[in-house]
Nanobody, 122 residues
Framework: QVQLVESGGGLVQAGGSLRLSCAAS????????MGWYRQAPGNQRELVAV???????NYAESVKGRFTISGDNAKNSVFLQMNSLKPEDTAVYYC????????????????WGKGTLVTVSS
């Protein structure tokens, strides 16, 4: 089992920055992918960014150039640096991890955090 705990959400003005953190514990050596999803009210959950065990990363088109995902193997943590935030980035952000891949809509993902709310005011 793997436990994921997020932190770093909050309220920020448009154009501002936030950094989300996700600490993993448990049987983490089997994980191949870790990342962040978000879900805004009335919307489907979407994959924002993923980092694989080899270090490669992928991003949703809507956040490319603004968000950066990174990992710290020593601390078993994943981070999401969010810059130039927009009101449409407002959502609950979930840390996720999987032994294989992270599906676009989150179907079949092995492990989830409880989520952290990010609110971007205009």
């Amino acid at each position: 089992q793997v436990q994921l705990v997020e932190s770093g959400g909050g309220l920020v003005q448009a154009g501002g920055s936030l950094r989300l953190s996700c600490a993993a514990s448990g049987t983490i050596f089997r994980l191949n992918a870790m990342g962040w999803y978000r879900q805004a009210p009335g919307n489907q959950r979407e994959l924002v960014a993923v980092i694989f065990s080899g270090g490669s990363t992928n991003y949703a088109e809507s956040v490319k150039g603004r968000f950066t995902i990174s990992g710290d193997n020593a601390k078993n943590s994943v981070f999401l640096q969010m810059n130039s935030l927009k009101p449409e980035d407002t959502a609950v952000y979930y840390c996720a991890a999987d032994k294989l891949v992270l599906a676009a809509a989150g179907r079949g993902v092995d492990y989830w955090g409880k989520g952290t709310l990010v609110t971007v005011s205009s």
